[in-house]
């Protein structure tokens, strides 16, 4: 009977202390007497109770570790970078991830700190901005050749945010803001500039549409003119009396019109009844005379 009992108790003792499950993306590290023995991958597995033993478990996740630097740029600006780095323990170096290193997220600090105050101080603060992708993969070479060797993997390093003093934050945005401004006075003085040159151009337009039709109304003037002397002649007015009666009519009409304006004061002075004819005949004199000085001093008139 007692045999059975020991052997009972042997068994229940195996079941509860020799029996662990390992569950799923985790390794189990199994010692015995202290020495490493194997690896259990995630299921249930039976050991020796008191000699066997399971060391620790390692997690085959990925997991990140967000480390904040602060480093200066080349243009001795001060700036708070966050970097985000995401490794896993490799499957085919448990044992050197368990046993060689006993804090790998301290590790890949140091690592981070390193390489980000190597490369940062050789930019200036723009060029940190805009080069951070460089940056980010400076840092995942640099923790790869150190962190495979202790049996982990990066799989990705992300300068998430950079961060610069607030004075220098604002001095940028003030910056920014005059450079926009300086583009927006560009503008406005391009605008402008077309403003004028079109009113310029309408205005020359104007001008010589206004010539062409004065040009045009006193062409139609003297064709009016000669078809008038034409007229007259053919009705047995010789061309002085026509002339004549025209310059009176064109007299009388100037007359006319001044006297529509009610605000104009008009003036008539006494005249003979050859008025016209007399001024005709010294308008004749005045243009003969004109013409006799020209011939005269010809060098003068040109």
Do not use: C
């Not at 033993?53 to 080349?74: H, P, S, Y």
């Not at 980000?116 to 940056?135: S, T, Y």
């Not at 040159?197 to 000669?226: N, W």
Request: charged share 25%.
């Amino acid at each position: 009977m007692l045999p059975y009992i020991l052997l009972l108790v042997l068994l229940l003792v195996i079941i509860f202390f020799g029996l662990f499950i390992v569950k799923q993306q985790q390794i189990a590290v199994v010692e015995r007497f202290g020495k490493f023995l194997n690896t259990r991958s995630p299921g249930i597995h039976l050991l020796i109770p008191l000699v066997d033993r399971v060391a620790g478990r390692v997690n085959l996740r990925i997991q990140q570790l967000d480390v904040l630097v602060e480093t200066k740029t080349k243009d001795d600006v001060f700036v708070q970078m966050k970097v985000s780095v995401q490794y896993m323990v490799l499957t085919t170096a448990v044992f050197d991830a368990f046993y060689r290193l006993e804090n790998p997220q301290a590790q890949i600090t140091s690592y981070v700190f390193d390489t980000v105050r190597a490369e940062v101080p050789k930019l200036r603060l723009d060029d940190v901005f805009e080069k951070k992708d460089d940056i980010a993969n400076a840092i995942k070479r640099e923790l790869e050749e150190a962190m495979n060797t202790y049996g982990y993997g990066i799989i990705k390093a992300l300068v998430t945010d950079i961060d610069p003093d607030d004075a220098v934050k604002n001095a940028m945005n003030r910056i920014n803001a005059a450079e926009r401004e300086k583009v927006a006075a560009e503008y406005d003085g391009e605008a402008e500039r077309i403003r004028i040159v079109a009113k310029a151009t309408a205005e020359a337009e104007s001008k010589r549409l206004q010539g062409q039709g004065i040009a045009d109304q006193r062409r139609e003037i003297a064709r009016g003119l000669e078809e008038s002397v034409e007229v007259l002649n053919k009705v047995g007015i010789n061309s002085q009396e026509a002339s004549a009666l025209i310059v009176i009519t064109q007299h009388y009409d100037t007359l006319h019109a001044i006297s529509e304006n009610t605000q104009s004061n008009l003036i008539l002075m006494p005249n003979s009844p050859n008025a016209a004819s007399n001024m005709l005949n010294e308008l004749v004199t005045s243009f003969a005379v004109g013409n006799e000085v020209s011939k005269m001093n010809p060098k003068k008139s040109e």
